[in-house]
């Protein structure tokens, strides 16, 4: 394996250890949210589940939040989906369970949930819970990258940087770092400066031009 394989390989792995969600709590009374929880409400499911996750006016408790997000994401709640997923992926309140956590997330990123779809790509470009498929990956870490999140911008670049799910194509590689980079993101800059040490001028600025447009289209989100 060369040098500069060994050090995006890196790079994409420190990536793949993501972020716990943050629920979204409410100040409202949990009681009343309780009620209409009970009664089926999908918000409300969403919102007590928050409650627990978070300790928001009620003791933490994750398996009692999980069981929530559960009834919300039975009714198709892509924000609870995603949080199930990630809470199977990390055993939060739920056993640890890969295909479950895979199960969830494919919903959730089915509907357009970018952190899912990020996080569903890096669980295919690892091969947990599922069989490994690099070009999945990609679709789904593109997907999330055109929805601007600097994460997925990243492994996006480092996917072309490598070949791995696409052509190796070190333009590509060097406009999806660049944007990435815009967010002051250390990985996607140290990478991006790496590549650009082996491209020639008429490369890199091809590269450079990609990034600009690429940027106004997909801006990152800070």
Do not use: C
């Not at 949210?33 to 933490?60: C, F, H, R």
């Not at 690099?134 to 999140?149: I, N, P, R, T």
């Amino acid at each position: 394996m060369g040098r500069s394989r060994m050090i995006l390989n890196t790079i994409l792995l420190g990536l793949s250890l993501l972020a716990a969600p943050v629920a979204m709590a409410t100040s409202a009374d949990l009681a009343t949210l309780m009620t209409a929880a009970e009664k089926g409400d999908v918000n409300a499911q969403y919102l007590v589940g928050a409650s627990y996750y978070d300790g928001q006016g009620v003791a933490k408790d994750h398996t009692k939040a999980a069981s929530w997000f559960l009834k919300a994401a039975e009714q198709g709640n892509a924000d609870t989906q995603y949080i199930l997923g990630h809470m199977y992926l990390k055993g939060q309140g739920v056993t640890l369970n890969y295909k479950q956590a895979a199960s969830w997330l494919a919903k959730a990123a089915e509907q357009g949930n970018a952190e899912a779809q990020l996080k569903f790509g890096l669980m295919q470009s690892e091969g947990m819970g599922l069989p490994q498929n690099y070009q999945q990956s990609v679709f789904w870490y593109e997907k999330a990258a055109k929805q601007g999140l600097p994460l997925a911008q990243t492994n996006l670049g480092l996917a072309y940087a490598q070949g791995k799910g696409v052509p190796q194509n070190n333009v590509q590689a060097y406009a999806w770092l660049s944007v990435a980079a815009a967010t002051g993101l250390k990985p996607a800059t140290e990478a991006r400066d790496y590549i650009a040490n082996s491209m020639t001028p008429s490369q890199l600025e091809k590269g450079q031009d990609l990034a600009a447009n690429y940027f106004e289209k997909y801006k990152p989100k800070q």
